[in-house]
């Protein structure tokens, strides 16, 4: 039987990302946890087959959801509705995923807060309100650091695997 490398290094990522997203707390100046896992899916649904997006996807929500203790499913579908977005730029603008995925993740990251707080319910904020306009501006910010540093940690990645320096070829 074999294995996708794919498949393998996303478990890894999103394991990684989990980890991290859980880790760094949000502070005063980001006042949001930083959307690691959210990053991840995306950099699979710009660069990786359909198939482990998908995996990298379902797995990146679940754990969104079960770390943000909010009810599951409800990232997954926010990151399906990504991946159409991420896959609809690409066909726009090329193959150049670095530069795409780390704007796509700033409007990812304010996104992601609203549709969290929606999903969540009762979270004592308006939609339409100064706090979640600044939750929303924090979101985008902390997407974009996320993503930044997501895509080049995935690149290097990518590009060690892809060079045969570690026994395993994509």
């Not at 990786?48 to 203790?69: F, R, Y």
């Not at 319910?121 to 600044?134: D, P, R």
């Not at 650091?145 to 045969?164: C, E, I, K, Q």
């Amino acid at each position: 039987m074999r294995v996708d490398v794919n498949v393998v290094l996303g478990a890894v990522a999103v394991l990684g990302a989990a980890a991290a997203q859980d880790l760094v707390p949000a502070t005063r100046l980001v006042p949001v946890k930083w959307p690691f896992l959210t990053a991840v899916a995306l950099y699979y649904a710009l660069t990786k087959p359909v198939l482990a997006a998908a995996a990298a996807g379902v797995w990146a929500g679940m754990l969104t959801d079960a770390l943000g203790g909010l009810p599951q499913g409800g990232t997954c579908l926010l990151l399906a509705l990504l991946y159409v977005a991420a896959r609809l730029v690409r066909k726009v603008f090329g193959e150049e995923a670095a530069v795409q995925g780390v704007a796509l993740m700033g409007v990812a990251g304010a996104v992601q807060q609203v549709w969290m707080r929606a999903w969540a319910g009762g979270s004592g904020v308006a939609a339409l309100s100064l706090e979640m306009a600044v939750l929303a501006a924090a979101g985008a910010a902390a997407g974009l650091a996320a993503g930044g540093l997501v895509f080049l940690a995935m690149g290097l990645l990518d590009a060690t695997v892809n060079s045969g320096r570690v026994g395993i070829r994509n």
